[in-house]
């Protein structure tokens, strides 16, 4: 069955760190893989996807993810992190169908 | 663009009562909305998948009696949770697409919907 690892479930990083949240997948077929962050009380926003073609892909606010098929991982980094990327981001895969599997979350705690 | 609401944002019943929740796409046409349960800190769960015009797809062990789901235009789908009780208190958070974009299109979501069952 597919499924998404998020190994983390609460990672504290100093603000201007950089930042690296993982996420593992299975999938039998090629995987279309999401990114999506949710600030408490709302919905989700995305912030990348990667569906074919180069494996770093770029997104919003400054973050990118690498699509590695030998480790069936999909993490997502951000060189410098601020004050305002505090919030629970989520991997997901497309299973077909258009149905999204979800990861269970990581929660980001920005220090000062 | 691809903006999708939710109406209400948060709705407090009482045991047994029946609370509608709407699903808006508010710029684009929506052929696919989804509907998605979250207990607190934990992930998305899928309920649901309605199509414009058809009956809802629902997951495995999700009650079709309990929440119904209507999609009745390219741009608003509602979900009823029937009969409600204390353990139906969750977030609910619907998303969208057009449909047209196959497995790699964006879903879209709502902020979510947070209902609490006296």
């Known amino acids: 069955a597919q499924s998404v690892t998020q190994p983390d479930i609460h990672i504290t990083v100093s603000e201007g760190a950089s930042l690296e949240l993982r996420c593992n997948y299975s999938?039998?077929?090629?995987?279309?893989l999401f990114w999506y962050v949710q600030s408490p009380g709302q919905g989700l926003q995305l912030l990348l996807k990667?569906?074919?073609?180069?494996?770093l892909v770029q997104g919003i606010k400054g973050f990118e993810a690498e699509f590695k098929r030998s480790q069936s991982s999909f993490n997502l980094r951000k060189p410098s992190v601020h004050w305002s990327d505090a919030a629970e981001y989520f991997c997901?895969?497309?299973?077909?169908?258009?149905?999204?599997?979800f990861g269970t979350g990581t929660r980001l705690l920005v220090s000062p | 663009g691809a903006v999708v609401s939710q109406h209400p944002s948060r709705v407090i019943c009482k045991s047994g009562t029946s609370v509608k929740i709407e699903c808006r796409s508010l710029?684009?046409?929506?052929?696919?909305m989804f509907w998605y349960r979250q207990f607190p800190k934990q992930s998305l769960m899928l309920m649901a998948t309605?199509?414009?015009?058809?009956?809802?797809?629902?997951e495995q062990g999700v009650e079709k009696d309990k929440f119904l789901i209507n999609h009745a235009s390219l741009t608003l789908s509602t979900l009823t949770v029937t009969s409600a009780h204390p353990e139906d208190s969750s977030f609910y958070i619907c998303?969208?697409?057009?449909?047209?974009?196959?497995?790699?299109?964006?879903?879209?979501f709502g902020p979510g919907t947070r209902l609490l069952v006296l």
């Open positions: 998303s969208a697409n057009t449909g047209a974009g196959g497995q790699s299109e964006t879903q879209y």
């Open positions: 309605s199509n414009e015009g058809s009956k809802a797809t629902y």
């Open positions: 710029d684009f046409q929506a052929t696919t």
């Open positions: 990667y569906f074919s073609g180069d494996t």
């Open positions: 999938y039998g077929a090629t995987p279309y």
């Open positions: 997901a895969v497309n299973t077909g169908f258009q149905k999204l599997v």
